[in-house]
């Protein structure tokens, strides 16, 4: 069973960063897709950014593209979202998900597993 594991959430001002991981329990990690995805009570699940499996290619939502930076560490079997210049409306649950050999999907159905959340919070 392949596990995903966030941290990082927390409560920071307008304008300020936090940093998400996700580290993955088993498999090759380089040979995962990985994402991550936010959920608001008054949104549906909503894609922010995602690395194909090999790292080649990214992809982000318009609203986070120059703030958020989506990288991998192979070594470390990790993915992590580096997020700037917070904005209030990106208080969300955000949750990392793999995919194995993904492409850097942008649908939350084309990831086979999920990590459990982790909230962020942006005080304005």
């Known amino acids: 069973q392949v596990q995903l594991v966030e941290s990082g959430g927390g409560l920071v001002q307008a304008g300020g960063s936090l940093r998400l991981s996700c580290a993955i329990s088993r498999g090759t990690f380089s040979s995962y897709g990985m994402a991550w995805f936010r959920r608001t009570p008054e949104k549906e699940r909503e894609f922010v950014a995602a690395?194909?499996?090999?790292?080649?290619?990214?992809d982000y939502v318009d609203s986070v593209k120059g703030r958020f930076t989506i990288s991998r560490d192979n070594d470390k079997n990790t993915v992590s979202l580096q997020m700037n210049s917070l904005k209030p409306e990106d208080t969300a649950v955000y949750y990392c998900?793999?995919?194995?050999?993904?492409?850097?999907?942008?649908?939350?159905?084309?990831?086979?597993?999920w990590g459990q959340g982790t909230q962020v919070t942006v005080s304005s």
């Open positions: 998900a793999a995919q194995p050999y993904g492409r850097g999907a942008k649908r939350d159905r084309d990831y086979q597993y």
């Open positions: 690395s194909s499996w090999r790292g080649a290619l990214t």
